[in-house]
């Protein structure tokens, strides 16, 4: 859509870090000139990066391993996005194993698209046998022996132990150890289509919503509660704490070339359309 005067369709996760990042943009908070929004979408990420490939909404939230397919439709913007260290996804199984016991193993992730499948998929060694399920069926699968193994995300990286599971693998701390560089997770993106002009709005209000969430971090607190509802407090705050940072703000030339990493990578493995390496990264590059 190109007409600035209708209103742009947005979606992003329920998760506590997305919907804090939000919240001052969707109740006009924000103190800027931001183009109007239709009613938000929620919805889970995988569900997020379906669409994306669809390109069905203007402006979403996505893993950078969707981002690595649609390109060709969408730029990503200079803030909102989940990068960090410390924060990745884990592989965790019944009992302490090394990755090469888990040859041929059923391993449940959290989606086809997800950032966490595909590092899983840069770090094993052997091959395995994807199991996709949402994340919260993860853990009691493989306690109930449904899988051998799982990747493990969001809050249930605090509380893995409490079911008895074993880390495998911290996916993430490979990643730092390989790279250099921080993990990235999700970002949000906005159609090309929408031009440099309106895009350039699009990325200054969301940065000044997650700056008005640092500014005001219990203005948000309903909203996140609305939305996260059998979420533990203590829990709501570390994931806002372990997924909203500086380059939630903006992702600046680390973040970048982080992200650049990731997506290098993903085409070495071809696993993303090399003909979009070409293109205009992010919406500074416009």
């Known amino acids: 859509m190109s007409d600035c005067s209708a209103k742009l369709s947005l979606?992003?996760?329920?998760?506590?870090?997305?919907?804090?990042?939000?919240?001052?943009?969707?109740?006009?908070?924000?103190?800027?000139?931001?183009?109007?929004?239709?009613?938000?979408?929620?919805?889970?990420?995988?569900?997020?990066?379906?669409?994306?490939?669809?390109?069905?909404?203007?402006?979403?939230?996505?893993?950078?391993?969707?981002?690595?397919?649609?390109?060709?439709?969408?730029?990503?913007?200079?803030?909102?996005?989940?990068?960090?260290?410390?924060?990745?996804?884990?592989?965790?199984?019944?009992?302490?194993?090394?990755?090469?016991?888990?040859?041929?193993?059923?391993?449940?992730?959290?989606?086809?698209?997800?950032?966490a499948a595909m590092l899983l998929s840069f770090f094993s060694p052997v091959p395995l046998t994807p199991v996709i399920m949402p994340f919260d069926r993860i853990m009691p699968s493989i306690v109930a022996g449904e899988v051998d193994a799982g990747v493990i995300i969001h809050e249930s990286r605090f509380t893995f132990h409490q079911h008895g599971l074993q880390l495998v693998q911290d996916l993430g701390a490979w990643w730092e150890e390989t790279t250099g560089f921080s993990i990235p997770l999700g970002g949000i993106v906005a159609r090309r289509s929408l031009g440099k002009e309106l895009i350039s709005r699009i990325d200054a209000c969301i940065r000044a919503s997650v700056e008005y969430a640092f500014a005001e971090p219990r203005a948000s607190l309903a909203y996140i509660r609305q939305h996260a509802q059998e979420m533990d407090e203590a829990v709501v705050q570390e994931h806002i704490g372990l997924y909203v940072n500086n380059y939630s703000v903006d992702l600046g030339g680390e973040g970048i070339a982080s992200v650049r990493e990731f997506l290098a990578r993903g085409r070495a493995a071809g696993q993303f359309p090399a003909e979009l390496a070409g293109l205009p990264l992010t919406s500074a590059e416009l």
């Open 11 to 115: 979606g992003f996760s329920p998760c506590p870090n997305d919907t804090f990042i939000f919240h001052a943009l969707i109740r006009g908070l924000t103190g800027r000139d931001c183009p109007g929004y239709a009613p938000e979408v929620l919805a889970d990420v995988e569900t997020l990066n379906g669409w994306a490939l669809a390109a069905k909404l203007d402006v979403t939230k996505l893993s950078f391993h969707a981002l690595g397919h649609v390109l060709d439709k969408y730029v990503l913007l200079m803030a909102g996005s989940a990068l960090g260290r410390g924060c990745g996804p884990l592989l965790v199984a019944r009992e302490k194993l090394a990755v090469e016991q888990l040859a041929g193993a059923r391993v449940a992730i959290p989606g086809k698209l997800t950032t």
